[in-house]
């Protein structure tokens, strides 16, 4: 029984991330956290012919990364979970063409970091897998394409809107080994409170953070207070303080943890011109699989519980009058070695 | 420990499908199976304003059936695996705003109904819910405006090519209660033998059938005559042809068993103009959820291989000059009473 409360799985065996592969485009590569990141690209095109390709490569090789540091060949995987914000979720798809593993397509918007982490954890937490692969992935420049305008363009955007991460991240799950545990999951509802604008997707999003921090802690017990930090996925600018207030409007003690956003830790907000902030499937799963597990790993951080958000629109939803539906899906990642400072070790 | 060889569930306390629902369209309304769904609409309008919303209406009424058959409120439900064919799968994510369960969101094109099953049996085989709910749903407008032409063109079609059926299917699966239970489920891997023609899936989408059928003997042990009837999704009248020559080949003693399939069982594919037959994630949703639970609980067959079959394309990626790669997921549901006879019981 490893359902606790309504929709939060604890794990009496934690599950290892042993592993994880993250890759960035430039933007990211001048941000503030380039320094973890396994490999940055130079230019957005990746020497591909079209920005999908681009996508599809980022996903593959932050496969193969992760594979490396694992120190598995791909056939030693039971399954990929994997998927990211094209319409039928091609980068993934087809990077998991070429991984060849058995493979559960899912799409949570930019929720799918944490989404596709939750699934593979409960594989491994329920003795469904040796080894899982989750991974997500998203590009600038098809993100615009496809949600916005051609990227030819270069239209205008309110200060609002937020800027989508070029990027994937890729982590492997196991039984045993070295590395970060997943402690637990908590696994978001749609709030939707009919926001309707495609460009503050931030306010949107907030209410799920918001219902998915206060449903983890009801369904665990755990207090703010239990974790070093608490991330949101891509709330940004506007959204961050928004679900803060709400937080605090509803008595959660947010002030016993720290309360931040890979949207806002990704680029330099003030510098680099990003409007509110990061967003996309690659924003919560390159700063948590790239400067999170590394702050882990170094003893840095404890207890982290990343609350990645997605917004569930699509361009034809938003032409035809709808709301934007959101999600947050939260994973509780701990360290598993209680008096551990060492390097980094894989 | 329930994983089984490479990539097979096999669960020790399988999972219970307490109740179903079924939705479909006029054009099913009039084939062999209409007399098996719970609701037939007599037009592909259906009061709504666009066929998007009329997708989405349909997910929501088989969800709402699903769970009056299963005299659960929807506060009960822990999960909502759902998913489809939409760009973003909106219709499945606006109708789980309507059912308000924590949602997981796949995609697999037409493969989502046994996907989200598994992952649904998943959850309750390993006590990761008390229930679940397994959705999906499409609309043959939604998918011929969105993946062809505007429906308005009426455009002409090569034979190989398939109808996408209207309806959606839900299930609710439980730890116990009275129903069909689902002793194992294979996850599939990406195959891709280089087809391009979106007119043509049932070719791409056979050898996607094969590998998933052979490798859900090879990892349980089980022969082909170990059941009663075999079906794919939505091979249809190309594609199952051809699966079985592969099968042959490759010494799948096949004649042990029925091998059927869903995309020729849901339309008189002589006297309806359904081109090859049936897809769509809705085709094996409905056959499975509306026929063949109704025949495991009237003791006509005890043990189905339900193999539903996804071509992961998108516009895109064909407009691209890329293949389509498939994915076939399977899911064994059997009778939970071995002598039993009855009626349907819900």
Same mark, same amino acid.
């Given at each position: 029984m490893i359902l606790q409360g309504k929709r939060t799985w604890v794990f009496d065996k934690p599950p290892v991330i042993i592993a994880a592969g993250t890759v960035v485009g430039p933007d990211e590569g001048e941000g503030p956290l380039a320094a973890d990141f396994d490999l940055v690209h130079p230019d957005l095109e990746m020497g591909q012919p079209t920005w999908e390709k681009s996508e599809k490569l980022l996903m593959e090789q932050a496969a193969d990364i992760?594979?490396?540091?694992?120190?598995?060949?791909?056939?030693? !995987?039971? $399954? $990929?979970?994997?998927?990211?914000? %094209?319409?039928?979720?091609? /980068?993934?798809? $087809?990077?998991?063409?070429?991984?060849?593993? @058995?493979?559960? *397509?899912? $799409?949570?918007?930019? /929720?799918?970091?944490? =989404?596709? !982490?939750?699934?593979? /954890?409960? %594989?491994?937490?329920?003795?469904?897998? =040796?080894?899982? %692969?989750?991974?997500t992935c998203s590009h600038n420049c098809t993100a615009e394409k496809q949600f916005r305008y051609p990227t030819e363009y270069g239209s205008q955007k309110p200060p609002t809107a937020q800027y989508t991460v070029t990027g994937a991240g890729a982590s492997i799950v196991a039984r045993a080994g070295d590395g970060p545990v997943v402690t637990a999951a908590t696994i978001g509802k749609i709030m939707d409170l009919g926001i309707k604008d495609p460009f503050n997707m931030g306010s949107a999003m907030a209410p799920a953070a918001v219902d998915t921090i206060q449903g983890h802690f009801q369904d665990t017990g755990r207090e703010p207070g239990y974790y070093d !930090?608490?991330?949101?996925?891509?709330?940004?600018?506007?959204?961050? @303080?928004?679900? /803060? =207030?709400?937080?605090?409007?509803?008595g959660v003690p947010m002030e016993q943890t720290k309360f931040q956003d890979c949207g806002l830790m990704i680029y330099d907000v003030e510098k680099q011109k990003v409007q509110a902030g990061g967003s996309g499937c690659a924003?919560?799963?390159?700063?948590?699989?790239?400067?999170? !597990?590394?702050?882990?790993r170094k003893g840095e951080l404890r207890r982290v519980l990343v609350v990645a958000t997605g917004a569930l629109l699509s361009p034809l939803s938003y032409q035809q009058g709808e709301s934007i539906p959101c999600v947050a899906h939260a994973v509780?990642? =701990?360290?598993?070695? @209680?008096?551990?400072? *060492?390097?980094v070790t894989a």
């Open positions: 992760a594979l490396q540091h694992a120190k598995l060949t791909k056939d030693r !995987l039971n $399954f $990929f979970v994997g998927g990211d914000l %094209m319409n039928q979720i091609i /980068s993934t798809t $087809f990077a998991a063409r070429t991984v060849g593993a @058995p493979y559960i *397509g899912v $799409f949570g918007a930019c /929720s799918t970091s944490m =989404e596709t !982490l939750a699934v593979a /954890s409960l %594989m491994i937490g329920t003795g469904a897998a =040796e080894f899982a %692969m989750a991974g !930090l608490i991330v949101t996925g891509d709330l940004a600018g506007v959204g961050h @303080p928004l679900a /803060s =207030e709400m937080l605090k409007r509803n924003c919560s799963a390159v700063v948590a699989y790239g400067h999170l !597990l590394k702050r882990i509780a990642i =701990e360290s598993s070695h @209680p008096g551990y400072q *060492g390097g």
